[in-house]
């Protein structure tokens, strides 16, 4: 990483695959040489490892900020596109602004500073894994909360994943006002081909 920058923001997102609840993103900064063992992609920890890290990466990053997008907003620009204007909301929401922007994946949003994609950036780049964890955490969360409103889908076990348990429900109840439209098996549904 070019040590020049000393304000850098690693941006991730949780939930572009399910098919119910938002996209979230979050943007962290982190001091200079950070270190915090055990820090990795949210995907390869224990939720109880990334509770422990959340609590510590908030408590310590410079500041850091969460984006989202809604099933409706998805639904009318796809996940793509709701994905990377969520990452721009989290990283223009920062109490300060990074000098860099190392984003997750291979894509970057528009932003009006240098910004990086980096593929598997959320394995090798600490502050990428920071973000990738306060996101997933923060989305997880919010799905937990979800299925008290809606206990017969099963958000808190699946959290809006295409699981069996998940398409059994859709068939049963029909689709709720939190899940994406534009998705196939939500859409063939509506549609009646399902």
């Known amino acids: 990483m070019n040590q020049e920058f000393t304000l850098i923001a690693g941006v991730d997102e949780a939930g572009r695959g399910p098919l119910a609840g938002p996209v979230i993103t979050a943007a962290v900064i982190l001091p200079a040489q950070y270190q915090l063992p055990g820090l990795n992609d949210s995907k390869k920890l224990t939720e109880k490892q990334r509770i422990k890290l959340e609590k510590l990466i908030k408590s310590q990053a410079i500041c850091w900020m969460t984006g989202r997008s809604d099933p409706d907003e998805i639904d009318k620009i796809n996940i793509l596109w709701a994905t990377m204007l969520a990452m721009k909301r989290a990283v223009e929401g920062l109490s300060v602004q990074p000098e860099r922007v190392l984003v ?16 598997k950036g959320d394995e090798t780049e600490p502050v990428i894994s920071a973000a990738s964890i306060i996101a997933k955490q923060t989305r997880d969360r919010e799905m937990i909360a979800l299925d008290k409103q809606y206990p017969e889908y099963g958000f808190s076990s699946h959290k809006g994943y295409p699981t069996k348990k998940h398409i059994e429900a859709l068939h049963r109840y029909g689709p709720t006002s939190i899940h994406r439209r534009s998705y196939g098996p939500v859409r063939n549904i509506l549609e009646g081909k399902d």
């Open 104 to 119: 997750d994946g291979n894509r970057c949003p528009e932003l009006s500073i240098e910004v990086e994609a980096i593929i």
